[in-house]
């Protein structure tokens, strides 16, 4: 009893340092620390246009799309006196770039490729235009947080086409037509999906019940993440060594826990486990391998407000900042790939970057520090026979708005006992001969022109496109990447096409409105396509891998944009989280160290604000 007292005691006394070394700090850098920057947010309800923009709006002119997304880079277009280069053009430099536009920073963008964007660009072929990398997004509500930083980035023009309530269909088992399977819809309204699954699954019910409420426990405790990331790192270390993390969150008690373990112990069919993991391809890492904390932000990203999708295609994004940037005076140019990052010799501190031989001055930059998983994707366009209108055909409502994931094992008559982890091992550590012949154990397909009311007015009304994605183990595709793109010779091209025309068979089996249309475009994308475009070193699409270490407590700590040389941040995924949230997010840390002040407090503070309608309408005054 004695020794409990004193071990009480102890933590006690551990708390109130602990407690007045926080307030301590907050004294000193309040004093001593380096001048906040300008607050860049605007209230939202200021970037509401009036009169509200439709579909219609979308300019679909390519000459004006072109001359915002596909300036080249020259030297005569390099803005005098820069305040930051920003380099890579995905979601995570562009948060960054825009929000220090909008604090009055003139920022300059450089793009290796010949399109601004990133995962967020699109590609026209034949007529058919396709998303690489936005399929939807949730949380994107007027009002919400994501919404209005979305809003910030895009200057209130970017508009967002709800998909159906019902977003995704889930089927696991036997996807080729030849034996049972089971399907369910995902719905928005978390206790409507919550129910639907009880009812499939009856015996699992309290399973379900336990795994809903972790999933409101790890909603609510999430802010600390995003904290962790804004506090001086030693700051940090002491209060994940502290225990206080794990105290005042269930988010950090579980972070250690897979998603597999967690299904393990609380759910008993191997079909319901694979039906609530099933958007495990959304960060690329299967079930075995990452942490519960992970999976239950996607799920809660997506079953309070259901997914959304950009009108006019994800190049609406790029498109919309570009001009926030040029306003104050920086640009976004593209074939500008940064050959080195100048330091200087002296203090080692980084002060410009080397792009085809000219030097610039000033860096930000959107990194990478580890492979994930390679990914392929299949691009398909399909034209309907005359008469017949994509937007109206009652034959498409099933796939309208609404995605498909395939879940199956190689042997589909062991659906209800073969787990995800085992399926997805087992096809990855297949040689490539035997993937060709190889049915993927997971598929993504997803119809984006069934999404975008814009497409009719802009592609045709007789078009119809589909994109389906799976992983890929890069080794497969290995011995051709010394061939340039598009000329990797003839084995390359029938590997992948065996691969994709698998995946489209699949896809075809479970959606027979689409089986007997015209296919007039097909391509396959590879993992030397993805680092051919995005320079991922091994054709991973979410940068570093989503494991259990590295989302362990101290590295949510150290990944943040501090992490280089004085002068360097990063940016983009691998700073928070995948995705184009997880994205956003990076570039608003990278941000908020850039300007030295908390740029999340900041919009939230407005959001709220806002909605009170207690702030006068103008644009706030640094503090």
Not at 342 to 369: F, H, K, M, W, Y
């Amino acid at each position: 009893m004695a020794l409990f007292g004193i071990s009480i005691s102890m933590w006690l006394v551990g708390v109130i340092g602990l407690s007045l070394y926080i307030v301590l700090y907050v004294i000193s850098i309040t004093i001593y620390g380096k001048k906040p920057g300008r607050n860049p947010f605007v209230l939202p309800s200021l970037l509401v246009k009036k009169p509200e923009r439709t579909a219609d709006d979308v300019i679909n002119n390519q000459s004006a799309r072109d001359s915002v997304l596909r300036q080249n880079f020259t030297g005569s277009r390099i803005p005098e006196r820069l305040d930051a280069i920003v380099i890579g053009s995905g979601i995570g430099g562009l948060t960054a770039a825009t929000l220090l536009a909008r604090a009055r920073k003139r920022v300059l963008v450089l793009e290796q490729h010949d399109v601004i964007g990133g995962c967020c660009h699109t590609f026209v072929d034949k007529g058919y235009e396709f998303d690489v990398g936005i399929h939807y997004i949730g949380e994107m509500r007027p009002g919400s947080f994501v919404r209005c930083l979305a809003d910030q980035l895009t200057d209130g023009k970017l508009m967002w086409q709800p998909l159906d309530v019902d977003f995704d269909r889930v089927i696991v088992g036997c996807v080729d037509g030849g034996g049972k399977n089971r399907s369910v819809l995902v719905t928005g309204d978390r206790k409507e999906f919550a129910k639907r699954l009880a009812q499939e699954w009856p015996d699992d019910a309290a399973g379900i019940e336990a795994f809903f409420s972790l999933l409101d426990r790890l909603k609510r405790g999430s802010k600390l993440y995003w904290g962790l990331k804004l506090l001086p790192l030693p700051l940090a270390r002491l209060l994940i060594k502290s225990g206080l993390c794990g105290l005042f969150s269930a988010y950090f008690r579980y972070l250690h826990i897979s998603l597999k373990q967690y299904l393990d112990q609380h759910i008993s069919s191997e079909s319901l486990k694979s039906t609530l993991a099933y958007c495990f391809g959304d960060y690329g890492t299967p079930p075995g391998e990452t942490s519960v904390v992970l999976h239950a932000l996607l799920l809660n990203h997506f079953l309070r407000q259901g997914g959304f999708y950009p009108i006019g295609g994800p190049s609406e994004i790029s498109f919309c900042s570009v001009p926030v940037i040029e306003k104050a005076g920086g640009r976004a140019l593209v074939r500008a790939p940064v050959s080195s990052i100048v330091c200087n010799e002296t203090t080692g501190r980084a002060v410009g970057v080397t792009v085809q031989r000219s030097r610039i001055p000033r860096t930000l930059t959107d990194c990478q520090l580890r492979s994930g998983h390679g990914a392929m994707s299949v691009f398909i366009g399909l034209r309907l026979p005359p008469g017949r209108c994509a937007s109206t055909d009652p034959a498409f409502d099933d796939i309208r708005g609404r995605n498909l994931w395939l879940l199956s094992p190689s042997d589909s008559s062991a659906a209800e006992t073969v787990d995800l982890q085992s399926i997805v091992n087992a096809y990855l550590s297949l040689d490539p001969q035997e993937a060709a012949a190889a049915d993927p154990p997971l598929l993504f397909a997803s119809f984006p022109s069934l999404k975008d009311p814009s497409w009719p007015r802009r592609r045709g009304d007789d078009r119809l496109t589909c994109a389906i994605v799976t992983f890929a183990n890069w080794d497969w595709f290995s011995q051709y990447q010394e061939g340039r793109s598009g000329h990797r010779g003839r084995d390359y091209n029938e590997l992948k096409n065996a691969i994709g025309r698998r995946m489209w068979e699949l896809v075809k089996c479970q959606v027979p409105a689409v089986a007997d249309l015209e296919v007039e475009l097909f391509q396959v994308g590879t993992p030397l396509t993805n680092q051919h475009y995005i320079n991922s070193p091994r054709g991973e699409i979410y940068g570093l891998d989503h494991s259990l270490s590295r989302l362990a407590p101290d590295s949510c700590a150290q990944l943040r944009p501090e992490m280089g040389p004085p002068g360097l941040l990063l940016t983009g995924q691998d700073v928070a989280i995948c995705g184009f949230v997880g994205g956003m997010m990076g570039g608003l840390l990278c941000a908020s160290a850039a300007l030295n002040r908390n740029l999340i407090a900041d919009l939230a503070k407005l959001i709220q604000a806002d909605a009170k309608g207690i702030l006068r309408r103008e644009r706030p005054k640094a503090e």
